[in-house]
């Protein structure tokens, strides 16, 4: 029978990771799992592909603040779920690489991400996160549908 003991889900704190968080939870609920929600955030400034630019040098992409707040909305939601075994987790770097971490200092059985990117310009150049973790990880990827209806 299929288990999972384990349950990961990364959230940005926009309505489509909100989703995935509430997927995860009610996943983490119905399997009596514990759910671990990432958040990465970005401690380098800098410009798009690392060239530096004096508008965008000042700009974090996500602060470690931003994380902290993303974290605890989603803690709310997966009380919502009636997720009762749940971490929280900033971690620093870009998403796919934060995750996979975790991954791995956890025993993460399945992780829970958006699909939001895979069919945007960047994501088809240079991958959404849930096309790099499927990839990446060895084990199972729920990639939930978060685009608009």
């Given at each position: 029978?299929?288990?999972?003991?384990?349950?990961?889900?990364?959230?940005?704190?926009?309505?489509?990771?909100q989703k995935a968080v509430r997927t995860a939870?009610?996943?983490?609920?119905?399997?009596?799992?514990?759910?671990?929600?990432?958040?990465?955030?970005?401690?380098?400034?800098?410009?798009?592909?690392?060239?530096?630019?004096?508008?965008?040098d000042k700009l974090p992409i996500v602060s470690?603040?931003?994380?902290?707040?993303?974290?605890?909305?989603?803690?709310?939601i997966a009380a919502e779920e009636g997720a009762?075994?749940?971490?929280?987790?900033?971690?620093?770097?870009?998403?796919?690489?934060?995750?996979?971490?975790?991954?791995?200092?956890?025993?993460?059985?399945?992780?829970?991400?958006?699909?939001?990117?895979?069919?945007?310009?960047?994501?088809?150049?240079?991958?959404?996160?849930?096309?790099?973790?499927?990839?990446?990880?060895?084990?199972?990827?729920?990639?939930?549908?978060?685009?608009?209806?």
């Amino acid at each position: 029978m299929l288990h999972y003991d384990v349950i990961a889900v990364g959230t940005d704190g926009s309505d489509g990771a909100q989703k995935a968080v509430r997927t995860a939870a009610s996943m983490a609920r119905a399997y009596q799992a514990k759910l671990i929600i990432v958040t990465a955030f970005y401690t380098h400034h800098g410009g798009v592909f690392g060239a530096h630019s004096s508008e965008t040098d000042k700009l974090p992409i996500v602060s470690e603040e931003s994380a902290e707040s993303y974290l605890d909305a989603a803690v709310k939601i997966a009380a919502e779920e009636g997720a009762d075994k749940v971490e929280v987790i900033p971690k620093s770097g870009d998403p796919v690489h934060a995750l996979m971490e975790v991954g791995e200092e956890h025993d993460v059985d399945v992780f829970v991400v958006g699909n939001r990117g895979i069919n945007s310009l960047s994501g088809r150049v240079f991958g959404s996160v849930s096309t790099e973790l499927m990839r990446k990880v060895h084990c199972d990827v729920v990639v939930v549908n978060t685009t608009q209806q």
